[in-house]
């Protein structure tokens, strides 16, 4: 028999983040009779409001208030949950970056097994936690077996599992806050640095030309910028574009840099992996123009062009141009 | 300062299409171009530029089996002192907590002041970092992309977080983090570099120089296990353009024209 399953619970600024809806319907693929408890840390007014939100959505939410927890330091909630949860707790979290820095070192706290970018559940049978995983940026997906007989750790994929907008549980909140303890920690926040705003805000744009590592080199970024001048759209880019400093990072699309929202979106040599479409919103009509035809953007997009970019676009461009 | 970074060998993505081999128990590996992974390479770039402003030395350490002493050698050609192999066969199908049970037991061989790590890998799940750190009971910080060393006790650290936003963090040494790419400009390095390590000594540690029983590593230890490789059946897809080059800009533009792409 499976422990019991808990839901980690990010939130901001008083309101819950979109993947605390996902989470339920992550546990019910791995106990379709799960009672998902709900873990709320955080202080004040904020964690309350909070905790009745999330209450209206799970039976159970425990709340932790500790001042020390008013910003989400990962070194002191793996103190506290490693301190009360059972030892046989599965525990979901959202694969973002607090997950990330949360929950490996959790699971050898606890003595539990982990599993990251979680996509889907394919069944338990006895202690035998059945998963899907994907690796190579999406280009293939892996079955995996965890061993929960002690429990686990499992970051879930945010958008992966469609959320459960019910708010039907009607659910009672235990405070918990006595059970905090000592979560002195050696990691101490300082302050969140904001983005730095750039020349443009792709966010506005209709139109994008976004270019990822198939431009090989600097100097092709003009190949892209000369086909957005054509089009009358701004070019972005993909994480590796930045990382390379070639563009600046106010023109990145994805989880780590913008999010936006176009009617149209080209991506040039882009492979398409969930952090980069993490950051396309609104349904744009998507261009994929890629030399691998097994690029995991051919999944999403609309159109398709199987070709190296740097033959391509030059040609698309003059096409664009003679027709003005 | 004392700096160990732990580096892996990888197929490298941008040279490679993964493919499922046949029966799925694993991917097509016969032409694979393999190399550091690219997360750890800024890891080692990041320690050495550590080392150079405020003097030490840099280890780097990987888990693997021969071929992954050439990536240990191609790092130290960066600028690095050491390098350790931890090989056998008994390692094999180790999990993510396997792997940091190797690595604790060697960073546990020496005096580290800073433990690096890269972020994730195409091939992992970025979890041997904060694995390594909580074993080791070192304060740990994941997806770095700014290191200010404060003093000899400790660092100023900044981590990407969502929307290009950066959490700054002080943090107390010793310390585990796993790096961003994006951190600093990996140098470049060329035959010469390589030649100048290529008969550098990189000693090879196994399970007894490590003092770790085998039932506890690899296969027999790990509790996290892939069973395939597969490719899921998606929709529909894309629809693929075909024809010549100006033939498919000509259906491209009409297609872009009438969603409002062109204006």
């Known amino acids: ?324 | 300062m004392e700096i160990l970074v732990c580096v892996k060998r990888v197929p490298d993505t941008a040279e490679n299409e993964i493919e499922v081999a046949g029966d799925g128990s694993d991917i097509e590996r016969d032409d694979l171009v393999y190399s550091v992974n690219e997360w750890d390479n800024y890891a080692v770039e990041e320690a050495i530029q550590i080392v150079d402003n405020v003097g030490g030395s840099v280890t780097i350490v990987s888990v693997g089996d021969e071929d992954a002493e050439e990536v240990v050698r191609r790092e130290m050609a960066m600028g690095a002192n050491d390098g350790i192999l931890l090989s056998d066969d008994a390692f094999e199908g180790s999990d993510g907590k396997g792997v940091a049970t190797l690595l604790k037991a060697a960073a546990e061989k020496g005096a580290y002041d800073l433990i690096l790590t890269g972020a994730q890998a195409d091939d992992g799940a970025g979890q041997v970092g904060g694995m390594l750190a909580a074993m080791l009971d070192l304060p740990y910080a994941s997806i770095v992309n700014k290191i200010e060393v404060l003093d000899e006790k400790k660092l100023k650290v900044g981590r990407e977080i969502e929307g290009g936003n950066q959490e700054m963090n002080e943090i107390d040494l010793p310390c585990v983090l796993s790096i961003q790419t994006g951190i600093n400009e990996p140098r470049y390095v060329g035959i010469r570099g390589i030649r100048k390590v290529a008969s550098a000594e990189i000693p090879v540690w196994g399970a007894s120089d490590l003092g770790i029983a085998p039932e506890a590593i690899g296969d027999a230890g790990a509790r996290v296990k892939r069973v395939d490789y597969f490719v899921p059946e998606y929709g529909e897809g894309a629809e693929i353009l075909e024809g010549s080059l100006e033939e498919m800009s000509e259906k491209l533009i009409e297609l872009l024209k009438a969603k409002g792409g062109i204006k």
């Open chain 1, 1 to 324: 028999m499976a422990g019991q399953i808990f839901a980690y619970i990010t939130h901001k600024t008083g309101k819950a983040d979109d993947s605390a809806l996902e989470l339920i319907v992550a546990a019910g693929k791995i106990d379709p009779d799960a009672s998902t408890t709900a873990l709320v840390l955080g202080t004040g007014a904020d964690l309350d409001t909070v905790c009745s939100e999330v209450a209206q959505s799970y039976k159970e939410v425990w709340k932790f208030d500790h001042e020390a927890l008013a910003y989400p330091n990962a070194e002191a909630i793996r103190k506290l949950l490693a301190g009360v949860l059972p030892s046989d707790a599965i525990l979901l979290a959202p694969h973002d970056t607090f997950g990330m820095d949360l929950c490996p070192g959790l699971s050898i706290k606890l003595d539990s097994v982990f599993a990251a970018d979680v996509v889907g559940f394919e069944g338990l049978e006895g202690d035998t936690l059945k998963l899907i995983r994907q690796e190579y940026s999406g280009q293939v997906s892996t079955h995996v077996t965890c061993d929960i007989a002690n429990g686990a750790v499992i970051n879930v994929r945010p958008g992966a599992f469609q959320p459960d907008e019910s708010k039907s549980a009607g659910g009672q909140v235990i405070d918990k806050s006595a059970e905090v303890s000592d979560i002195a920690t050696a990691r101490r926040f300082l302050e969140v640095v904001a983005a730095e705003v750039g020349d443009v805000d792709i966010t506005k744009e209709d139109v994008l030309v976004s270019v990822g590592r198939g431009i090989e080199d600097q100097d092709n970024i003009e190949i892209a910028e000369e086909l957005a001048e054509a089009m009358g759209a701004v070019v972005s880019c993909s994480r590796p574009i930045v990382d390379a400093k070639w563009l600046e990072k106010s023109r990145q699309v994805g989880t780590s840099g913008q999010t936006v929202k176009p009617k149209v979106y080209l991506a040039l040599g882009i492979s398409g992996s969930f952090q980069h479409l993490g950051g396309l919103k609104g349904n744009p009509y998507i261009v994929a123009v890629n030399k691998n035809p097994k690029a995991p953007i051919f999944q999403v997009a609309d159109v398709g062009i199987v070709e190296d970019l740097l033959d391509f676009v030059p040609v698309l461009t003059e096409k664009v141009q003679e027709g003005k």
